[in-house]
């Protein structure tokens, strides 16, 4: 069974940054796409970013480019989302993710997630 556990949300001021982690029990996780999807309140879940096993390929959702990073360690087995210039409405659960595809339309294996405040 694979577990997904999510670190580094908080609250945090508009414009500051915040770094989320995800580390994974699992011994094949260099063979999955890692990915994070968001979920504001009383909105769908969506789709922020993803990052391949060899982490030469990463996607972002348009609202988040140039803003935030993914990036991934197989050695350590973690995946990190570096967020930058934060808005008020990047305020949401943020949740990690692991799919066998960079298109992460169906996610294998979710974490708890991370609850992200953005305050104006």
């Known amino acids: 069974q694979v577990r997904l556990v999510e670190s580094g949300g908080g609250l945090v001021q508009a414009g500051g940054s915040r770094r989320l982690s995800c580390a994974a029990s699992?011994?094949?996780?260099?063979?999955?796409?890692m990915g994070w999807f968001r979920q504001a309140p009383e909105k769908e879940r969506e789709f922020v970013a993803a990052i391949t096993w060899s982490g030469d390929i990463t996607h972002y959702a348009a609202f988040v480019k140039g803003r935030f990073t993914i990036s991934r360690d197989n050695a350590k087995n973690t995946v990190h989302l570096q967020m930058n210039s934060l808005k008020p409405e990047d305020t949401a659960v943020y949740y990690c993710?692991?799919?066998?595809?960079?298109?992460?339309?169906?996610?294998?294996?979710w974490g708890q997630g991370t609850q992200v405040t953005v305050s104006s």
């Open positions: 699992v011994g094949t996780f260099s063979s999955y796409v």
């Open positions: 993710a692991a799919d066998s595809t960079i298109s992460m339309r169906s996610v294998d294996y």
